[in-house]
């Protein structure tokens, strides 16, 4: 069942991020989500014995494994790159002012 | 196949020693040895356009995950009763979620005989009407060129995003 292991992946970055207190630890449970995501789309257009959708004269026309989950999940993945850029910026900024990662320490709001 | 299942249970192992080891560095090293792996899963399926992208954002990931860790141990692991509570609702909560979820799981079509009603046609007619020989590039640059201009707008306001927060300038 290699759908539901792609799935427990996603439990274990659910569980980090449930869990565990540091800021970057969260960031790295989201992170593990992300991949998680992307390997069970391509999962899901496996093609028994099919090769990759190129249009080349030795390989006939019928066999390819599905293009659509992979043009689909590299948006995905760049889209995520760019999130998670903007994620670890607001954690530096974060570090700055409070001098941890701690996130039940960081409560105070006063600018 | 067998291959493909120690691809992923290599992966499980890999994020698992990332969320529980004590140094923030050795867990960004795991995390990235994850996403390689990820790589190398992709190439196993027949996508190395898929396999090429995830390569280079992987080592963009590392050099951004790398320059806001701390060289500094984790040292957040206190146990107390509060902790224990919510690591055993946690617990549980994740085990209904993956019965369920494997009771839905069942009902896809089997591992290597999926549905293709939208893609027959992509590949059938990708070369005549695009003109690119890659179906991927055909589906992302032509039959959904809208969604890759979307991308781009997120990509470029995630980046602006983090400019802005990053700067050194503040208002005084």
Request: net charge positive; aromatic share 10%; charged share 15%.
């Given at each position: 069942?290699?759908?539901?292991l792609?799935f427990i ?7 980090c991020?449930?869990?565990k207190?540091?800021?970057l ?14 390997l069970?789309l391509?999962?899901l ?5 099919g090769?990759p959708?190129?249009v ?12 659509l989950?992979q ?7 760049v889209i995520?790159?760019?999130s998670?850029?903007?994620?670890i910026?607001l954690c ?7 001098k941890?990662?701690?996130i ?5 709001l006063k600018? | 196949?067998l291959?493909?299942y120690s691809l992923?249970?290599?992966m499980i192992?890999?994020s698992l020693?990332?969320?529980h080891t004590?140094?923030?560095?050795s867990a960004?090293i795991?995390?990235?040895l ?5 790589c190398?899963t ?7 356009d898929?396999a ?16 806001a ?8 692991g206190?146990k ?6 919510s690591?055993v609702?946690?617990?549980i ?13 069942l009902?896809l079509?089997?591992?290597?005989f ?10 059938r ?5 695009t ?6 590039t055909?589906v992302?640059?032509d039959f959904?060129?809208?969604d890759?201009?979307g ?5 470029f ?10 700067r ?5």
């Amino acid at each position: 069942m290699i759908f539901f292991l792609s799935f427990i992946l996603f439990l274990i970055g659910l569980y980090c991020v449930l869990i565990k207190k540091n800021l970057l630890k969260i960031v790295m449970g989201i992170v593990i989500m992300e991949y998680s995501v992307s390997l069970f789309l391509i999962l899901l257009g496996y093609k028994k014995g099919g090769f990759p959708p190129i249009v080349t004269p030795g390989v006939e026309g019928t066999n390819f494994v599905d293009p659509l989950p992979q043009a689909l999940v590299i948006t995905a993945i760049v889209i995520s790159i760019a999130s998670l850029a903007l994620i670890i910026s607001l954690c530096m900024r974060i570090y700055q002012k409070y001098k941890t990662f701690d996130i039940t320490k960081i409560r105070k709001l006063k600018g | 196949m067998l291959e493909l299942y120690s691809l992923i249970i290599l992966m499980i192992l890999g994020s698992l020693v990332a969320i529980h080891t004590k140094y923030l560095l050795s867990a960004v090293i795991s995390l990235t040895l994850v996403g390689l792996i990820l790589c190398v899963t992709f190439l196993y399926l027949q996508a190395p356009d898929t396999a090429i992208t995830q390569t280079i954002v992987e080592v963009i990931a590392l050099v951004i995950l790398i320059r806001a860790v701390p060289i500094e141990k984790d040292t957040m692991g206190r146990k107390g009763a509060k902790e224990t509570f919510s690591a055993v609702v946690t617990t549980i909560f994740l085990v209904l979620f993956a019965f369920f979820a494997y009771r839905a799981l069942l009902d896809l079509p089997q591992f290597g005989f999926p549905l293709m009603r939208v893609s027959e046609g992509y590949i059938r007619e990708g070369l005549v009407k695009t003109g690119s020989a890659n179906i991927v590039t055909a589906v992302l640059l032509d039959f959904r060129a809208y969604d890759t201009l979307g991308e781009a707008t997120v990509l470029f306001t995630a980046i602006l995003g983090a400019i802005i927060v990053l700067r050194k300038a503040g208002r005084k």
